[in-house]
């Protein structure tokens, strides 16, 4: 057992190692004050501040944020839904070809979406002429196709295990599907919607193949920006923006996380606090009648 534990906590180790190291690195590397990135040339913050002054990566920072934070709003809202029918709507017609639709970006390939995509909207251009032009929104759209999936299944995978008797208690009680939807079912799955919109939210921020087909003149994303300067050299800029969108995002993780486990706990407590006032109702009903025997 010990060996077993030994070897177990070992490759755990290696494994962090191997996913952790390479961003240590990174950060360290951002402040090398060495033009050439394999090489030290001491600490300095210099790269942190040229970023003010590279317009071209500044931009293409700021609209990858832009569009990973629609990205994570749309698919959380198209994927909860979809969601919800696939787990609550037990049967209706065209139900395995909803299924299968709602999770085939999870194994088709992206070249073969975003080529589909593009596709899609040069037909829709000369059809009725929307989108005139490719950028922002086009990206949007496909990063949302994309992300909606992920979040579908996992969105799912919590509305399976919720208890249904609570909701078909407010229903007797006379709250409407839609209320009890928005009062009772999103606050039990909050922590589902809360990690489907930071997994959107990340891959729409890496997604590289899915955006060189449907971006256009004016709409390059850091992704791309990264890899076309990359082909050429990579530059310390790079590294310094890498390190700081890493800890924006490690940030709004712990965030995130800290404020879901607070509302978890508050939830806790409310139903134990619920259970033992209704022990103490049960208990002192049942003890006036001997009282009175």
């Not at 999870?106 to 070249?111: F, S």
């Not at 249904?164 to 589902?192: C, Q």
Request: include cysteine.
């Amino acid at each position: 057992m010990n060996k077993r534990f030994s070897f177990s906590t070992m490759m755990l180790w290696l494994g962090l190692t191997f996913i952790y190291a390479p961003m240590l690195i990174l950060v360290i590397y951002s402040f090398n004050a060495s033009k050439l990135v394999t090489v030290w040339g001491g600490w300095s913050v210099k790269w942190y501040v040229g970023l003010l002054d590279n317009n071209q990566l500044m931009g293409s920072v700021v609209r990858s944020l832009e569009i990973a934070c629609y990205t994570a709003i749309a698919a959380v809202a198209l994927g909860t839904l979809a969601a919800f029918v696939l787990t609550r709507i037990s049967r209706f017609k065209g139900r395995t070809l909803f299924g299968g639709l709602v999770t085939a970006p999870l194994v088709m390939p992206e070249v073969i979406t975003g080529l589909s995509l593009l596709l899609l909207f040069v037909a829709m251009a000369q059809l009725i002429g929307w989108p005139q032009e490719r950028g922002i929104l086009t990206i949007w759209i496909a990063h949302t196709t994309f992300c909606s999936a992920y979040v579908a299944v996992v969105v799912s995978a919590r509305l399976r295990e919720l208890d249904m008797s609570i909701e078909e208690a407010a229903m007797d009680l006379g709250a409407k599907p839609w209320k009890v939807f928005f009062l009772i079912t999103i606050p039990m799955i909050a922590p589902s919607l809360a990690a489907g919109g930071m997994m959107s939210f990340a891959l729409s921020l890496d997604d590289l193949v899915l955006a060189s087909f449907v971006s256009g003149p004016g709409s390059t994303t850091l992704p791309m920006e990264v890899f076309s300067a990359v082909r050429l050299g990579v530059k310390p800029e790079i590294n310094a923006v890498a390190s700081l969108i890493l800890l924006t995002v490690s940030l709004f993780t712990f965030v995130a996380w800290y404020t879901t486990r607070r509302a978890e706990e508050r939830r806790k407590r409310a139903i134990q606090q619920a259970m033992e006032s209704m022990a103490e109702e049960a208990s002192s009903s049942n003890w006036k009648p001997t009282a009175a025997a």
